[in-house]
Nanobody, 121 residues
Framework: QVQLVESGGGFVQAGGSLRLSCAVSGRTSSSYFVGWWRQPPGKEREFVTAIFWSGGSTHYADSVKGRFTISRDAAKDTVYLQMNSLETENTADYYC??????????????WGQGTQVTVSS
């Protein structure tokens, strides 16, 4: 069973930056992607970005390209989400997940508990 634990959320002013971390344990060779999704207040969960664990290839939602960067530290089994130039619309609960699908949009098999990001104007 893959377990994921997010950290790094908090309050930030618009234009600021935050880095989220996702510690992954129990991952096997069948885990293809680790991704970040977010759920804004009152809205459905949406894809943000994903990284292919073995090769490092990345995918981004159009809305975050150029501002957000996903990376991984294989030695630490940790995936990071660097978020720059944050906007109030980025306020959401951010979740990391793992999928054994070869498609970066999943379906996802395991999720963390989420971390809250609030961007104020």
């Amino acid at each position: 069973q893959v377990q994921l634990v997010e950290s790094g959320g908090g309050f930030v002013q618009a234009g600021g930056s935050l880095r989220l971390s996702c510690a992954v344990s129990g991952r096997t060779s069948s885990s293809y992607f680790v991704g970040w999704w977010r759920q804004p207040p009152g809205k459905e969960r949406e894809f943000v970005t994903a990284i292919f664990w073995s090769g490092g290839s990345t995918h981004y939602a159009d809305s975050v390209k150029g501002r957000f960067t996903i990376s991984r530290d294989a030695a630490k089994d940790t995936v990071y989400l660097q978020m720059n130039s944050l906007e109030t619309e980025n306020t959401a609960d951010y979740y990391c997940g793992e999928t054994k699908s070869s498609y970066y949009l999943g379906p996802y098999d395991s999720w963390g508990q989420g971390t809250q990001v609030t961007v104020s104007s």
